[in-house]
């Protein structure tokens, strides 16, 4: 090995991208320093995503390209979904790859990592036996200002098309007393934005004698001095309580946006994909946000094209749309995975039908953003400073309802904005950003 470095490239989810802070972390514990091309590094790990097709050839077209590598000594690790997807079939596929660990593994990640070091050559990490979650000290976070913390890891539905309960195991959350102490010691250490994670934050079980279910959590981490800021991801609508829209009516820092997953607007489909909540439990939830005390932006993920979905279901979603005037959303033409319980279902939808409905479905949301950010056009909103866009001379601001602001103005060539938080006019909008003029520095 070439000294001790490393270099990882992460695909997929912020899931993913959490973990990898957390692996950077275990691996600068124990001497590795990373570096910024493959070619350079002893050591090349991929955290890898299998949730679509596409998303899972990508790493092994990467390991193709460094096959030759291998013999000079280099060392190849492949993390996460696809690992524990694929398993000991790597080896086969790619034989010049020394590690495969899923990532219920990663507690085992220093002693697997001891093994690799010490020359053996399959090491591999993939029960998905375990009730622990992979908490560590270690964690080498990205962002000077915004922090991940994951708060329960895993899934125990079964959505028809997901490969996630098969690539991250069983549900398991994280004692809460480990989350606020984590929340608390990044405050001190000047994060003000916490972003709590998992495939299912609502189903959260404190495994803590205090018990508290994600609202009260939810609420407490609100109020730790020092956090302007927390937001949530993903959210199931079936375990979408009242509660919770309640625990962010009652503490301003809790971010104005809900990201709430509905994947179709026809319950015929919700039941083929057996999402546990009909199209009317999924509006009565939209109500709840739509009537709360604050203006919460609400955005949504959507599958096209699932075995069965007929051109008057895709209209029911399309009727979502226009009913609920999602802030953004993410689209997703069906991708059959393996394992998933939908590969048994007939009825296909053509490759190219499947198309013509995403690009009907983005369409539509287009004009909705469209027509939905130029109402902000003249109010002053305010946003944490997370970059710079030097080219265009701006700002990169994120409002609490997680739309970009990018602004001129004061301080641009002065002492840095970043991490601050600062009250913008908004002067011109477009589909997916808005631009403005600083007002004040909060
Ligand atoms: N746990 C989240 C939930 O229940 O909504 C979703 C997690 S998944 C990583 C993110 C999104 O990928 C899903 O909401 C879904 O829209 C999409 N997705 C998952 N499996 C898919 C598949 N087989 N084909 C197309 N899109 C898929
Ligand atoms: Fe996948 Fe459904 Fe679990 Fe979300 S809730 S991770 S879509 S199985």
Known sequence: MSGKTFYIETFGCQMNAHDSEKVIGTLMDRGYSQVERPEDAGLVLYNTCSIRDKAEQKVFHRLQQFQRAAGKGKLFAVLGCVAQQEGEKIFDRAPHVGLVAGSASYTRLGEMLGRLESGERRVTGLSLVTDETFDTPFTRRDNPHRAYITIIEGCDKSCAYCVVPFTRGPERSRASHSVMAETRRLAGQGYSEIQLLGQNVNSYRDPSHARWDFATLLGRVA??????????????????????????????????????????????????MDRLYTREDYDQRIAWLKNARRRYSITTDIIVGFPGETESDFEETLDLLDA???????????????????????????????????????????????????????????????????????????????????????????????????????????????????????
Request: proline share 5%; charged share 25%.
């Open 223 to 272: 109020e730790i001095p020092g956090i302007c800021r927390v937001r949530y991801t993903t959210s199931h609508p079936r375990d979408f309580g009242k509660d919770i829209v309640d625990a962010m009516d009652a503490h301003a820092t809790i971010c104005d946006h809900v990201h709430l997953p509905v994947q179709s607007g026809s319950t015929r489909v919700l039941a083929a």
């Open 324 to 442: 609920v005037e999602y802030d953004s959303l993410f689209s997703f033409k069906y991708s059959p995975r393996p394992n998933t319980s939908a590969l048994s279902l007939g009825d296909r939808i053509p490759e190219e039908e499947k198309q013509r409905r995403l690009a009907i479905l983005q369409e539509k949301q287009r004009a909705i953003q469209i027509r939905r950010n130029a109402e902000l056009i003249g109010s002053v909103r305010e946003v944490l400073v997370e970059g710079r866009n030097q080219a265009l001379e701006q700002w990169i601001g994120r409002t609490s309802d997680n739309r970009t602001l990018n602004f001129a103005g004061a301080g641009a060539n002065g002492p840095s904005l970043l991490g601050k938080y600062v009250s913008v006019r908004v002067t011109r909008s477009g589909p997916n950003s808005l631009v403005g003029e600083s007002v004040t520095v909060v």
